[in-house]
């Protein structure tokens, strides 16, 4: 398994203002993907981000509003921009990993946002 | 479209009773299938996983069982604890490594 933390663990942001978090891995991963978590509700996938190449974002999600960065294998950084108090989650940072049975995810702590 | 739905929650139990989350997934051919769980202020654990037809995942006396004819991978426990109160993620995964969550379940267990 893969052991994740993420900076900061929460903040509160005033609307309009952006965060940039940090997720940072122990081992070298070549894909890692963030998702949101809003107050009850499941996980929702924003984006795969890999090493050398453009984030790939899913159906709701935009570059300029969630901006993400890749720069080697162990770290990735995520920007929700102009920050609205719908943008009010939590948010997770998590790679892949593979056991001697198949594919598995690992997350980080995550990042409690609140936007006022 | 590909889905993974689980029981509503909350579910609130005494200590020791037993314990059945539902989960059913719809997808084309046979994804590996997980169980994650969430404590109060935490970060997603891996609870357990299966990854082919009839395989049982087990962990911390938790149990699913990949039905594949009922397309289900509902979580059992014998006896929960306290210790027990999370909220519970069935999942399900996809091509390029992704993985599909249901809605979550928070169960409540009273001494």
């Known amino acids: 398994s893969a052991v994740i933390s993420q900076k900061p663990s929460r903040d509160i942001c005033q609307r309009g203002t952006s965060l940039t978090i940090q997720c940072q891995v122990d081992s070298q991963v070549t894909m890692m993907f963030w998702y949101r978590q809003q107050p009850g509700q499941s996980l929702t996938l924003i984006a795969t981000?890999?090493?050398?190449?453009?984030?790939?974002?899913e159906s709701g999600f935009v570059i300029d509003k969630f901006p993400i960065s890749r720069p080697n294998l162990t770290f990735s950084t995520l920007t929700v921009s102009n920050m609205s108090p719908e943008d009010s989650s939590i948010y997770l940072c998590s790679v892949e990993g593979t056991s001697g049975s198949g594919p598995e995810q690992y997350f980080g702590p995550g990042t409690r946002l609140t936007v006022t | 479209g590909d889905s993974v739905t689980q029981m509503e929650g909350p579910v609130t139990l005494s200590e020791e009773a037993f314990l059945t989350i539902n989960c059913t997934y719809t997808a084309t051919g046979y994804p590996s299938l997980f169980w994650y769980v969430q404590y109060p202020g935490e970060g997603l654990q891996l609870l357990l996983k299966a990854t082919k037809a009839d395989d049982k995942g087990s962990n911390k006396g938790f149990e699913a069982t990949y039905r594949k004819e009922t397309t289900s991978f509902h979580l059992e426990k014998g006896s929960v604890q306290v210790s027990d109160s999370a909220v519970y993620f069935c999942a399900r995964g996809g091509g390029f490594n992704k993985f599909y969550f249901g809605s979550g379940t928070k169960l409540n267990v009273k001494p």
């Open positions: 981000a890999n090493q050398g190449s453009e984030a790939t974002y």
